[in-house]
């Protein structure tokens, strides 16, 4: 099947960056979407995760209000990868951040669609 793995989560102060990276590995055909969520500290149900970026297989990218000029996500096809990269954070990104995307499994239209574990990240003030 497939599997999705986040990385590049920390803690950092206020002000700083990060770059986030999810990489789907297994039987992928090719990516269809690739986005990210976050869900706040305090929160356990998948329904509470935000959706924070989202970009498609022709690189349409869609942003949440609130990290609209400072977080950029990108995707490399040939690596099967999205990164998200997050400038100028606050404490209100302190979340763990989570990639779920829909992979063509085959070329006959077959589709994944799932979760990867999550990164955390911790700003501080």
């Known amino acids: 099947q497939v599997q999705l793995v986040e990385s590049g989560g920390g803690l950092v102060q206020a002000g700083g960056s990060l770059r986030l990276s999810c990489t789907a590995s297994?039987?992928?055909?090719?990516?269809?979407?690739m986005d990210w969520y976050r869900q706040a500290p305090g929160t356990r149900d998948v329904v509470q995760r935000e959706?924070?970026?989202?970009?498609?297989?022709?690189?349409?990218?869609n942003y949440a209000d609130s990290v609209k000029g400072r977080f950029t996500i990108s995707r490399d096809n040939a690596k099967n990868t999205a990164y998200l990269q997050m400038n100028s954070l606050t404490p209100e990104d302190t979340a763990r951040y989570y990639c779920?995307?829909?992979?063509?499994?085959?070329?006959?239209?077959?589709?994944?669609?799932?979760w990867g574990g999550g990164t955390q990240v911790t700003v501080s003030t």
């Open positions: 959706l924070v970026a989202a970009i498609t297989s022709g690189g349409g990218t």
């Open positions: 297994g039987s992928v055909f090719s990516i269809n979407y």
């Open positions: 779920n995307a829909t992979i063509r499994l085959s070329d006959d239209g077959s589709t994944w669609n799932g």
